[in-house]
């Protein structure tokens, strides 16, 4: 399966913006997706996943009430909805994807991955 993130920008802090990935080729099959992220220096870390079927999410806890990750299966389509965005929010954002089931926070378990889009937090 191929992945294109898109949404990234220039925010203040405090405020929000969703962005958006795109799958296309295998998508029959049942994937399930999630956002990675890495800022200036730093690795790349999860930031939130979701199960094929868009029932199961989970979050790491530096986004946690913060992030909102959900997929239209109809459009092939998985948001990453952000706000209360703070400076270190700021990185190169990933979406990937994997069969399996579970969670799976780690970037090894991903099959596919998207060029990133980059988020810039101003404060």
């Known amino acids: 399966v191929q992945l294109q993130a898109s949404g990234g920008g220039l925010v203040q802090a405090g405020g929000s913006l969703t962005l958006s990935c795109v799958a296309s080729?295998?998508?029959?099959?049942?994937?399930?997706m999630a956002w990675f992220r890495q800022g200036p220096g730093k690795e790349r870390e999860f930031v939130a996943g979701?199960?094929?079927?868009?029932?199961?999410?989970y979050y790491a806890d530096s986004v946690k009430g913060r992030f909102t990750v959900s997929r239209d299966s109809a459009k092939n389509t998985v948001y990453l909805q952000m706000s209360s965005l703070k400076s270190e929010d700021t990185a190169v954002y990933y979406c990937a994807a994997r069969t399996g089931w579970g969670q799976a926070p780690v970037s090894i378990s991903y099959d596919s991955w998207g060029p990133g889009t980059q988020l810039t937090v101003s404060s």
């Open positions: 080729g295998r998508t029959s099959s049942n994937y399930a």
């Open positions: 979701i199960s094929w079927s868009g029932g199961s999410t």
